[in-house]
């Protein structure tokens, strides 16, 4: 009798627990769900649901299932879409933010490793004073930094380029940190066997521990892809002319081109981080554990 009520609270307790996660999840996944509903909603569908219906005969389930139904679009339509190509030159701007945030992506993986090894498996006098001084980069707010580093960039001639755009996230604290740690994973004995292979520190950067700690890379591009894609502030400082604009700074400007029109506005959003979402469903499935030591013996 005591097992079974023992059970029974175990049960309900973790269907409250479920329950509340559940309306968590909701209320945050809500905003998204709007916005993604109103970019195929047509003309007759309500952008903003009512909160209740006139029939004053509905009881507050029945109104709650009311509200609910009106996040869905009656009518969809991909029109608005369309629109939103064809009136702005998104096609222009989508591939503006795939190149830039591609080669922030290639070029941060690059130097972080190549700072992050060195770090990590070589002997040198002053290692770990400099590798507390670049984690404690991390604590700088950007915007302390976002002057000088405008007036870097306009002193190199980089204004008004991608590789402006780029400039201040070509390597990171984050990253350097991220790497330095999956190459201390690394067994030392494979390093050693590639150095009886003749194998020089850059082989071995190359050839024994980027192929080991894949996850880690992996783990670092999405993060580098996903702030680049989104960045804002930074592009605004530094394009002035429009064919250099990323995508965010493309949807800010939907405000002024399409006025309160929300159903263009909400496409133009979602076309945005569309490319975000998708890059992660493909890179995810190369997030496993590395088998770097699979073939040691112990």
């Not at 941060?108 to 060195?118: E, M, R």
């Not at 996903?226 to 002319?241: A, K, N, R």
Request: hydrophobic residues 55%; contains cysteine; glycine residues 6%.
């Amino acid at each position: 009798m005591v097992l079974k009520q023992n059970r029974y609270w175990k049960w309900l307790s973790q269907g409250v627990t479920y329950a509340l996660l559940g309306v968590i999840a909701l209320a945050m996944l809500l905003p998204l769900l709007w916005l993604v509903s109103t970019a195929f909603k047509g003309q007759e569908d309500n952008i903003f649901p009512v909160a209740a219906s006139k029939d004053l005969s509905l009881s507050p389930l029945e109104n709650i299932v009311f509200f609910l139904k009106q996040l869905f679009p009656i009518h969809p339509t991909g029109h608005n879409f369309v629109s939103v190509w064809q009136q702005q030159p998104f096609g222009q701007y989508f591939l503006n933010s795939l190149f830039v945030s591609s080669l922030t992506v290639t070029l941060n993986v690059l130097f972080s490793s190549l700072a992050a090894y060195p770090l990590a498996r070589l002997n040198f006098k002053g290692k770990d004073f400099i590798f507390a001084v670049v984690v404690s980069t991390i604590m700088i707010p950007f915007q302390i930094v976002m002057i000088p580093l405008y007036v870097l960039v306009v002193e190199l001639g980089l204004k008004n380029t991608y590789l402006g755009v780029i400039f201040p996230a070509i390597a990171s604290a984050f990253g350097i940190f991220l790497l330095r740690q999956a190459f201390q994973g690394v067994p030392k004995e494979l390093e050693e066997a590639a150095r009886i292979d003749g194998c020089t520190d850059l082989g071995i950067w190359w050839h024994i521990m980027l192929p080991s700690v894949r996850p880690a890379l992996v783990t670092l591009a999405i993060f580098v892809f996903i702030g680049s894609w989104g960045e804002f502030l930074w592009p605004l400082i530094i394009l002035d002319q429009p064919e250099y604009y990323t995508l965010p700074l493309a949807v800010s400007n939907l405000f002024s081109a399409f006025g309160l029109n929300w159903r263009l506005i909400a496409a133009g959003s979602v076309i945005s981080i569309a490319p975000v979402l998708l890059f992660f469903l493909i890179m995810q499935r190369y997030i496993v554990p590395s088998e770097a030591g699979s073939g040691l013996k112990g």
